[in-house]
């Protein structure tokens, strides 16, 4: 077996739940063990109400021209699915897929990069799964710098992604006033004025009950719908939370400015709870065009260009990168049976390797 199967094989065994800190603790622990050769450099952040980030790299500055990420935490599972089994050609565990062996290939292919005329980092959370607060608070220092960003967790080895969509959450909120619900002429309900405001809001979000014909529309989602009274008040308040989940094409402040209007027009206000960013990045891009011509030619097939409903960490480099998304195979993410295919883990690792040296020689 190789050394970087060894490794993924090691890393699969510790729990590393998210939110467990003393397991989270084990696994950066183990890393940093087993990466303190010469021409490695690490560094470690440790945030108020985050778990661990880390950053190994060959060479002590913060502006790379690659920088892989990834996330060392996981999801819970049964104890059993922390001891690794192969077959088939599968390795099942959990954080097989999601996202250890690819971590695994990244720090694997910053070895390969030692001596070399290029700048090649791995950064890597421990809270992904949950709150994410490593890498938005290492986003606020906005001292780590990328020409192009790895991100293997997305997409798989024939599918390549292009665009992650834009997640924002949305509280609105409404008054009223109380009356017995026997006589509601009395009162003024607060929730069909949140009621009239989403029915406005499908307008524009209409909402899918089955799937389109693209995947890459903006959609709305009511994701709780609620009013702190008893069964027989008419509300004087109600609040819902919604989802959306925006392509290029709505931006943050064309959001608002449709929420504005439906708020004054429903007598409702609203707040964003939550906005990250999308990822759009073209496929004809150079660096992207010279990663899929050699993964193409490693796995000997087509690799298809697609989009993504999700987000990703890779977010942060939005703006200022050009980010390849782009996985290994398997299946049951987040699920039992959770596994990689050892096959593709192989050729994610020669594709990146292979990668390098192209960049090089440009």
């Known amino acids: 077996m190789s050394q970087l199967l060894d490794n993924i094989i090691e890393m699969l065994k510790i729990k590393s739940i998210s939110g467990n800190e003393n397991a989270i603790k084990q696994i950066v622990q183990w890393i940093k063990n087993n990466f303190t050769e010469n021409g490695i450099f690490i560094n470690e952040w440790n945030f108020d109400n985050a778990s661990p980030v880390l950053l190994l790299s060959n060479c002590k500055s913060y502006d790379f021209d690659v920088l892989a990420i990834?996330?060392?935490?996981?999801?819970?599972?049964?104890?059993?699915?922390?001891?690794?089994?192969?077959?088939?050609?599968?390795?099942?565990?959990r954080g097989s897929l999601d996202m250890k062996s690819s971590v695994a290939v990244c720090l694997d292919t910053l070895r390969y990069?030692?001596?070399?005329k290029i700048s090649f980092g791995v950064l890597i959370t421990t809270d992904e799964e949950t709150t994410s607060n490593?890498?938005?608070?290492?986003?606020?220092?906005?001292?780590?710098?990328?020409?192009?960003?790895?991100?293997?967790?997305?997409?798989?080895l024939y599918n390549l992604v292009e665009k992650y969509k834009h997640p924002v959450s949305v509280e609105l909120l409404a008054k009223g006033k109380n009356a017995h619900s026997s006589k509601p002429w009395q009162g003024?309900?607060?929730?069909?004025?949140?009621?009239?405001?989403?029915?406005?809001?499908?307008k524009y979000f209409p909402p899918l009950e089955q799937k389109p014909a693209s995947d890459w529309v903006d959609t709305m989602v009511v994701t709780a719908l609620n009013s702190p009274t008893t069964y027989n008040v008419v509300p004087a308040s109600a609040e819902a939370r919604l989802n959306f989940r925006l392509t290029e094409n709505t931006s943050l402040e064309k959001l608002e400015n449709i929420l504005q209007n439906?708020?004054?027009?429903?007598?409702?206000?609203?707040?964003?709870?939550?906005?990250?960013?999308?990822?759009?990045?073209?496929?004809?891009?150079?660096?992207?065009?010279?990663?899929?011509?050699?993964?193409?030619?490693?796995?000997?097939?087509?690799i298809n260009i697609t989009t993504s409903c999700g987000a990703t960490d890779s977010r942060m480099f939005?703006?200022?990168?050009?980010?390849?998304?782009?996985?290994?195979?398997?299946?049951?993410?987040?699920?039992?049976n959770e596994f990689a295919e050892i096959e593709s883990i192989l050729l994610l690792s020669k594709i990146q390797k292979f990668f390098i040296d192209e960049l090089i020689h440009l």
């Open 188 to 202: 003024e309900n607060a929730i069909r004025k949140v009621i009239s405001a989403i029915n406005e809001l499908e």
């Open 262 to 302: 439906i708020c004054a027009k429903t007598n409702c206000d609203y707040k964003i709870l939550l906005s990250s960013q999308g990822v759009y990045m073209n496929a004809d891009n150079l660096y992207i065009r010279q990663y899929l011509k050699i993964a193409e030619n490693i796995i000997g097939k087509k």
């Open 318 to 336: 939005a703006d200022s990168s050009v980010i390849i998304m782009h996985g290994i195979n398997g299946a049951n993410m987040h699920a039992d």
């Open 113 to 116: 990069t030692i001596g070399k």
């Open 134 to 156: 490593g890498m938005r608070n290492l986003q606020k220092l906005n001292n780590i710098k990328a020409k192009i960003v790895l991100d293997p967790d997305a997409g798989d």
């Open 70 to 93: 990834g996330h060392l935490d996981v999801v819970p599972a049964q104890d059993d699915m922390f001891i690794p089994k192969i077959d088939s050609g599968k390795l099942f565990a």
